[in-house]
């Protein structure tokens, strides 16, 4: 039987929507956040694909559960939906599904204004403020993030010679730098982004190997992150990251921002302690650190924190019923 009604808390952090489940969670298989979400995939992507995709969602539609935590000390932990697949990590989707929760009572920390996470990705530790029942701020201090592939030359049809790095912090993000054949995203309109990410993507996993050293289940470069000149005179830099089909992130994308810091720590451009303010597609900023150094398997990482703000716009009671046709979503 697929069908269920799904209470929702949704909103958006810094311009990108997350969808924050509230009931009709499945019960999952596994130990760890990580084999929850393999469980989740092989037999309830339905759900997801009901609650993110057209006419119940949309291009750019994020989401998340929260479950009790796996750990002895965690507060809980985190499976994120969306519309590419179901994440190890979300950074965006972390802001958004802690404000929502603490506003609306749903997690009870065990020390004030912290939060202790298992995410898919691994432990996520939180600060947050709140003030008279709203949440001002989270910040997240995400997974180790590392640069997993620096100079990967890779020909572009209708583009040219294209040089990009690949880069994990959370997700494996292919990162593109202005050069000759692309001039920043300042100057390119988003038909150009949407038009050259999926080939990008699908040039890079024919021709590289990305598989987390510690889980073999995070895998492939599934975010394109492309970079150029900020808006605002407070950036430190600026991004435009596509995901799933059709999407490019309303918000400065946590996760990338987190890959990004550590390509920039890899190639001598930012040092730990240093501030990084990173500016969204549409000017939406978040505040990203370097908190120290660290290794992942021998290789050399940093420890990303992320700071940002959400907003909840509604709540709703979705229905979701297999004698609809599109009760599972489609895609134009
Ligand atoms: O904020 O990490 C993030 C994210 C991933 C995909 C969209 N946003």
Redesign the pocket.
């Given at each position: 039987m697929r069908k269920g009604t799904f209470s929702c808390i949704d909103g958006h952090?810094c311009g990108?929507p997350v969808r924050l489940i509230t009931s009709g969670h499945p019960n999952l298989r596994g130990d760890s956040m990580s084999e929850k979400r393999q469980h989740f995939m092989a037999e309830y992507d339905w759900i997801r694909q009901a609650l993110m995709f057209e006419p119940r969602g949309h291009d750019m539609m994020?989401g998340s559960f929260i479950y009790p935590p796996t750990t002895p000390d965690g507060d809980a932990s985190i499976l994120f939906v969306?519309t590419?697949g179901c994440?190890p990590?979300?950074?965006?989707?972390t802001i958004g599904t802690v404000t929502f929760a603490l506003e609306h009572g749903l997690i009870q920390p065990k020390q004030q204004e912290q939060l202790k996470l298992d995410t898919p990705a691994g432990r996520v530790d939180v600060n947050y403020r709140m003030v008279n029942g709203k949440v001002e701020w989270v910040k997240l201090f995400n997974v180790p993030a590392f640069l997993a592939y620096q100079n990967i030359e890779i020909e572009v049809p209708e583009l040219g010679l294209l040089s990009v790095d690949i880069s994990y912090g959370?997700?494996f993000y292919i990162i593109v730098e202005p050069q000759e054949c692309f001039p920043g995203i300042d100057k390119w309109n988003a038909s150009e982004i949407l038009k050259f990410s999926p080939i990008v993507r699908q040039i890079v996993n024919q021709q590289l190997t990305c598989i987390h050293p510690l889980d073999a289940t995070v895998k492939g470069a599934s975010?394109v992150l492309w970079t150029g000149q900020p808006k605002q005179q407070n950036s430190s830099a600026a991004n435009a990251?596509f995901?799933g089909d059709k999407a490019i992130?309303r918000?400065p994308?946590?996760?990338?921002t987190s890959a990004r810091m550590a390509q920039l720590f890899a190639k001598g451009q930012l040092q730990v302690g240093q501030e990084f303010v990173h500016e969204s597609y549409i000017g939406s900023q978040f505040v990203g650190c370097i908190e120290g150094v660290t290794e992942v398997a021998t290789k050399a990482a940093i420890l990303p924190s992320i700071r940002g703000w959400s907003k909840v716009t509604g709540t709703s009671n979705i229905t979701v019923d297999d004698d609809d046709p599109y009760a599972f979503g489609f895609q134009v």
């Open positions: 952090t990108n994020s969306e590419s994440l990590m979300c950074g965006h989707g959370g997700n975010h990251v995901y992130d918000s994308c946590g996760t990338g």
